[in-house]
């Protein structure tokens, strides 16, 4: 997986967010993780399992279109959790757990920072399917995962965050991205 090239302003902006959050600014570097530039160019692929609508750019918004359909095809729902986030949003994730007085270093072990997210490229979802709570583990468990797991890939998708990635990451079965 490649960095997306960001420009200066986007890295001075990433970097005053991390500093109010109190994350170290070394992040990045030290656990190996590439940072996100923002995606611009963006459409609606309707609403997620909360009613709130959801975006994508438009080459992962026909991706995951496909992607639902064979599903279906197949007998499988997959349910949309989250797509494109903001900068501000990821910020307001962390600002959220933060009050509610979890530790940073809990929280960056299930939350890439404002900069580090794939949700910014707008190529990244998360799924889960009728009877199995949003992000949580047991998702691979589902027919919805072992069908993603076989097919996936032939449309374009990759799990982001297996077990033991490399960027100390938390194993999440339910996060794929379109491959650029
Ligand atoms: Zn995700």
């Not at 200066?8 to 500093?19: E, G, H, K, N, P």
């Not at 270093?105 to 990244?124: C, D, F, M, Q």
Request: with cysteine.
């Amino acid at each position: 997986m490649s960095a997306t090239r960001t420009d200066d302003s986007y890295d001075a902006r990433v970097a005053q967010i991390l500093a109010e959050l109190g994350i170290p600014a070394a992040y990045g570097v030290d656990r190996h993780m590439p940072s996100y530039a923002e995606a611009r160019d963006l459409v609606s692929v309707g609403m997620d399992i909360y009613g709130r609508d959801r975006q994508l750019t438009p080459h992962a918004a026909g991706r995951w279109t496909e992607l639902r359909v064979a599903a279906h095809r197949d007998g499988i729902a997959l349910l949309l959790v989250s797509a494109f986030r903001s900068l501000e949003y990821q910020r307001k994730i962390f600002e959220r757990k933060i009050r509610a007085g979890e530790s940073l270093e809990h929280i960056l072990k299930v939350n890439a920072p404002p900069g580090y997210s794939e949700h910014h490229t707008g190529r990244a979802v998360d799924l889960t399917t009728p009877g199995c709570p949003p992000l949580a583990e047991e998702f691979e468990t589902s027919a919805a995962f072992a069908w993603l797991v076989r097919h996936a890939h032939r449309l374009g998708f990759a799990m982001t965050y297996p077990r033991e990635n490399r960027f100390g990451i938390a194993y999440e079965p339910w996060h794929w991205a379109v491959q650029e």
